[in-house]
């Protein structure tokens, strides 16, 4: 029997478009899902890490000797014991695997242990003697640039520069504002962890929570001084990522004790020791100034923006490039300054964190819009409305959206939505909760709106592609297809996406996925939101092939087809280095958010009543999931607007625990209402838009509109804490 | 030292115990059970949930010694072989679960909720939820899960 | 973390036996073993004191009398409690986790140790973890420390909730040596920082929590604890108050107060108490007596706004107890 594929399709179930379960979610309930940190090896030894005290300081010697006569370690090593290249980085190669003569932040590496024991590594370590000549660090991100250079090339990593329209128009209505974003932590529940294992003829296997295989393993091939053949990656179970682990952490440090002593190295971070393993969101300084006319449209918008990099670059590049060239927002403005400048200092390295540049720029522009709005007399959705870019519509870098930018229907859709009844009689549903503050007195209930914008995929020019194998053959007499990428799942469902993809593309219900590793090509980066477009782009493809061998047969007999292949998306340009035009970006995202908040005026006490969102994602391949992205992505801007700040004192991280570092608790997460919009972009993988980011963008900006409004206060700053509202 | 506990049913012996290992450490590293978490080790996250003589506690803050001579009930010991205990079940079909390093801590402590008050309100289960950090799924998804683990049971 | 040596006994005196130099009671475990972890503690003896006889919850004699070892969730839930002094049972609920009030002991929850980051943090100077290193926090981040009964030397605050619940009720510690019981005013168990704030309270050594003797007080049935903090739950307090009240005809005629968050120990309000003597029980009132909560309050650069906070919080739960919202 032959069918056509559409008869394949509607003949299984699970496909495109529904919500089947995990085929992971069975193991995570049970406890019996792998995770980096599970992993258990005979004959395996621990490693742990020693790390600088000092934000900055001249490392004039490390006497190991001590730590090495301790019983059951195996190994100590430093800087001199790195074979290969001992600098890594994603986009500047300037961060050592372990520090040589100096160290440029509060917890970088300096030396590795690998005992019989945690705790033997960890008492080996402390007998480990490094002194220090202390030196003053550099912490302010607006004066870095022109203080002590951390780099040989100085502390500027990158400086965006728009123009677009003219730099002197004037305009009937004016608003400034300074903004400060805190800096924020992804806060991912899995700690950093893997294990390596050493084979014989010196090449090593690493088993390891991170979110892009191959980039990782040429960064540790190059670090060993191995062909990249020889550093083979396996991808265990991931406890969450959002950035978090785009970056190196343990993963070359492991690989290291494992040639050094011949054993299996397993690696886990403590919480603590997560805090300092990696890269945050980059906190950020940002002057704004809109001109609008009387009618509320915008003339101009300029800006100028710090973004502090910390002591190494990571991904602060393109950060900075995201938060220049979604500067303004998803707003038409004809005439553009921006300057965005991302900066070396001794503060805790920043790279990727969900909405990667954009979030800031987003807490900046919307609180803009804000006071436009006020300023003009017009409702803050009425402003939004006025100047919300269309299809068609062309961005500051020149870049002409070319498919669905549907702002202002997601702000109607948000605004439309019924409000949440009134102030609740129950102490529970108002702020401080069951903390007994309030029956009400104090209580003022303002609503709050926010929209955002968010590239998909990377940027500028970077050959952004993904590799994809499935493979099919018959399985008790009926077939069965294998899907196999070294793209990561990290928790977001790809392997859900991608299970349902080739149930879709051949009609075959029964759908495994093959561990993700590094035996197969490229998948790219779990990150920008990409990875159902560009990964599910890549099997796509490959179903294409393999059913152009199968045609429309259901018996197969012996036969195993076996399709791998590369898949692209459109490609994107690099921006002008002056003019900062090109067109930088493949698709762009959109959120909206409507914050209902009650704010005890007197006691500085903030509950979100409501967090309402519309997103546009094109195609909905999977709803459950992307509702779950939404509500996801929400709690993070939820938790940023109100409560999560890593903070430095002089460059040390002061609350590097969850006791100190808040994030939200079901208690502070209110219901959502959430309208997916389904406008397909043609040029996407069944029309897809990427989901994971945007709603982190608007709902931080949208919550603080609303404490604004049941205030009066200005709250240039996120998080906002009690002490901000209390006026104290 | 050696610790001699009954975990999920079953007598078990730890040995060579050291006595600064916590109870998730020796239920992790040495009796082969990594179901419960490790992801702050401060008592703060929940997601090493157990319930230690049928209260749930969380297992990072116990010392191995405190469990001589008492009973664990981990997450692995909550299904019946493969049937999936209904709050499990739940949090499947809910979607409840995105990367799951909660889930075995916010599953226990639910687990423990639904024992205790079977029809629970959403005050209720977000009160006693409110120990288990998730990153992933904004909570929603999880209370969904519970509402709907309470009709079943 | 520090190698010790794990002992548990199952009397007093075998554990009273068992104490020495540097050793550590475990009852729940949760705040020692994280600070044994954090090596801010490093005791060569860990004694598990679990088995000892140390529980039980009665009325006897006119007070409520709590065992050491008693949970801090088996204390929130148990209905003589909940009738006789709510306010005991809503502090205990307002503090962590219910997986942790589920381990915790009522006398490891008296004797837990402050929040301050840089007694957490073993490579910072401080004067309670290492006596004369110095105090990075009169000048550091100091946002969740306090502003009275500092000192030049330690501006770290108590955390307990409960205990200011206590404070707020007179009660008492039992305290158990080899040389018999003695008992304490709760508020005066606790010291001042000084220049010795590593020496907390007035425990000996060797001696340990016996029991919590709270008086009945009928009236304190109109009682409440509230609590401001940066998040809805699980989180410390950066101003906390009992208060209890007994308004008859609309006038105060006695009250209790304390206040948490904001002190170097659970911190007795008498002067607001006084003031409110006699007062009308309305807002205003309230308001005007709680001003003097603050006198000699010594705010530092990013604590100033506990101080109007405070007061707030005060009048929240002085209209709270007294019924009049």
Known sequence: MTL??????????????????????????????????????????????????????????????????????????????????????????DQPVLAVDVVRYQGEPIALVGADHPETALRAMKKIVVTYEVLEPVVDMETAVDDTPLHPGGNLVRHVPIRRGSQDVTAEVVVTGRYEVGMQDQAFLGPESGLAVPASDGSVDLYIATQWLHVDRDQIAAALGLPQEQVRLTLSGVGGAFGGREDLSMQVHACLLALHTGKPVKMVYNREESFYGHVHRHPAVLYYEHGADHTGKLVYVRTRMYLDGGAYASSTPAVVANAATLGVGPYEVDNVTVDAYGVYTNNPPCGAMRGFGA????????????????????????????????????????????????????????????????????????????????????????????????????????????????????????????????????????????????????????????????????????????????????????????????????????????????WRHRATEAIDPVTGQGNAHVQYGFAAHRAVVDVDV??????????????????????????????????????????????????????????????????????????????????????????????????????????????????????????????? | MRVNVTVNGEQRQADDVWEGESLLFMLRERLGLPGSKNACEQGECGSCTVYLDNVPV????????????????????????????????????????????????????????????????DPEIREALAGNLCRCTGYEKILDAVRLAASRR | MHAFDYAAASTVRGALDLAGPGSAFLAGGTTLVDLMKLDVLTPDRVIDVNALPLKGIRLHDGALRIGALERMSDVAAHPVVRSVHPVISKALLLSASGQVRNMASIGGNLMQRTR???????????????????????????????????????????????AVAFVALDAQVVLRSKDGDRVAPLEEFYRLPGSTPDRENVLGPGELIAEVVVPVLPWARHSTYLKIRDRQSYEFALTSVAAAVDVKRGVVQDVRLAAGGVAAKPWRLRAVEEALKGGVAIERTFAEAAESAVDGARPLAHNAFKTALLKRTIVRALLDAAGAR
């Open chain 1, 4 to 93: 056509t594929p559409a008869e394949l399709t509607s003949a299984v179930s699970g496909g495109i478009g529904t919500s089947p379960q995990r085929p992971d979610g069975n193991l995570k309930v049970r406890g019996e899902f792998a995770y980096a940190s599970d992993l258990w090896h005979e004959d395996m030894i621990w490693g742990a890490t020693l790390r600088s005290p000092h934000p900055y300081a001249r490392i004039t010697s490390v006497d190991i000797t001590e730590a090495l006569k301790v019983p059951g370690v195996y190994a100590v090593l430093t800087a001199d014991d790195v074979p290969g290249r001992n600098l890594y980085g994603l986009e500047h190669k």
């Open chain 1, 359 to 566: 979030v800031q720029a987003g807490f900046a522009y919307e609180s803009q819009m804000d006071k436009l709005a006020e300023a003009l007399g017009m409702s803050p959705v009425d402003v939004r409305v006025r100047n919300a870019m269309t299809e068609g519509s062309v961005m500051p870098t020149g870049q002409v959206v070319d498919s669905a930018a549907p702002v202002a229907q997601l702000l109607k859709l948000v605004q439309d939505k019924p409000l949440p009844a009134g102030t609740s009689s129950d102490i529970r549903e108002l702020p401080g909760g069951v903390s007994n503050t309030t029956h009400g007195e104090g209580v003022v209930r303002r609503v709050g709106y926010a929209v955002g914008i968010k590239n998909i995929c990377f940027s500028e020019g970077y050959d952004d592609y993904s590799t994809a194998r499935v493979r099919v053959s018959m399985v008790n007499g009926s077939l069965s297809a294998a899907v196999h990428t070294a793209a990561c799942e990290v928790g977001q469902g790809l392997v859900t996406i991608m299970q349902q993809i080739v149930r879709t593309e051949l009609g075959i219900e029964r759908v495994t996925v093959l561990p993700m590793d590094t035996t197969i090509g490229n998948g790219g980066s779990t990150s920008a939101s990409r990875q159902t477009y560009v990964t599910g782009g890549a099997v796509k493809a490959a179903c294409a092939l393999v059913r152009d061998k199968l045609a429309g047969r259901t018996d197969i007999g012996d036969e195993v087809i076996d399709e791998t292949t590369e």
């Open chain 1, 602 to 728: 007197d006691l500085g006490l903030v509950r979100v009543v409501a967090l309402d969102c519309a997103q546009d994602v094109g195609k909905a391949l999977n709803p459950q999931a992307v509702v779950g992205q939404i509500q996801g992505g929400s709690a993070q801007g939820l938790g940023l607007a109100v409560m999560e700040e890593i903070q430095t004192s002089g460059g040390k991280v002061r609350n590097p625990s969850f006791t100190d570092y808040l994030i939200p608790t079901v208690l502070d997460m209110p219901p959502m209402s959430i309208d997916v919009l389904e406008l397909a972009d043609p040029h996407a993988p069944y029309g897809i838009r990427g989901v994971g980011e945007p709603p982190t963008i608007s709902s931080t900006p949208a919550i603080v509109a609303a404490i604004r409004a049941a205030t009066g206060l200005a709250l240039t700053r996120v998080p906002v804490r009690p002490e901000h509202l209390t006026g104290t």
């Open chain 2, 58 to 121: 969380c297992a990072c803050l116990v010392a191995a010694g405190q469990a001589q001579d008492r009973s664990v009930r981990t997450v692995e010991g909550l299904a019946e072989g493969d049937q999936l205990d209904p709050v499990q079940e739940a949090f499947v079909e809910a979607g409840a679960v995105q990367c799951g390093f909660c889930t075995p801590g916010l599953v226990v402590q639910a687990h423990d909720l639904l024992d205790r008050v079977p029809n629970p309100s």
């Open chain 3, 116 to 162: 301050c980051d840089y007694f957490r943090d073993v490579t910072s100077a401080c004067n309670k973890r290492r006596p004369g290193s110095g105090c990075p926090a009169l000048t550091g981040v100091n946002r969740n420390h306090a502003v009275l009964g500092t000192s030049d030397s330690c501006v770290a605050t108590h955390a307990s909730d409960v």
